[in-house]
Nanobody
Framework: QVQLVESGGGLVQAGGSLELSCAASGSILRLQAMGWSRQAPGKPRELVARAANGGNIDYGGSVRGRATISRDGAKNTVSLRLNSLKPEDTGVYYC??????????????WGPGTQVTVSS
């Protein structure tokens, strides 16, 4: 099992920025990507950003142009920076670790979630 430890959530003013970090440990030999998703009350969970081992990066449409995701050299940590925060960025942010082989469906392990609240 992979374990995910998240940090960086909290209260942020609109127009500001935040940085979230996540560290993976445990069974990470088949780790293929790491990223972040978020869920607002009454809304489905949505992708924020995902960074694959090979360098491919995906951003959710609601944060494209405002978000930057990065991985360290060991590929067991991921950081997300989100600028120009809006109240609609409020939600629980979940770190995700994607595991599997190439050209195969990936299993995802979710972190416990960290609350991000953007004040107006």
């Amino acid at each position: 099992q992979v374990q995910l430890v998240e940090s960086g959530g909290g209260l942020v003013q609109a127009g500001g920025s935040l940085e979230l970090s996540c560290a993976a440990s445990g069974s990470i030999l088949r780790l293929q990507a790491m990223g972040w998703s978020r869920q607002a009350p009454g809304k489905p969970r949505e992708l924020v950003a995902r960074a694959a081992n090979g360098g491919n990066i995906d951003y959710g449409g609601s944060v494209r142009g405002r978000a930057t995701i990065s991985r360290d050299g060991a590929k067991n940590t991921v950081s997300l920076r989100l600028n120009s925060l809006k109240p609609e960025d409020t939600g629980v942010y979940y770190c995700a670790a994607y595991q599997g082989g190439r050209d195969a469906d990936w299993d995802v392990t979710w972190g416990p979630g960290t609350q991000v609240t953007v004040s107006s």
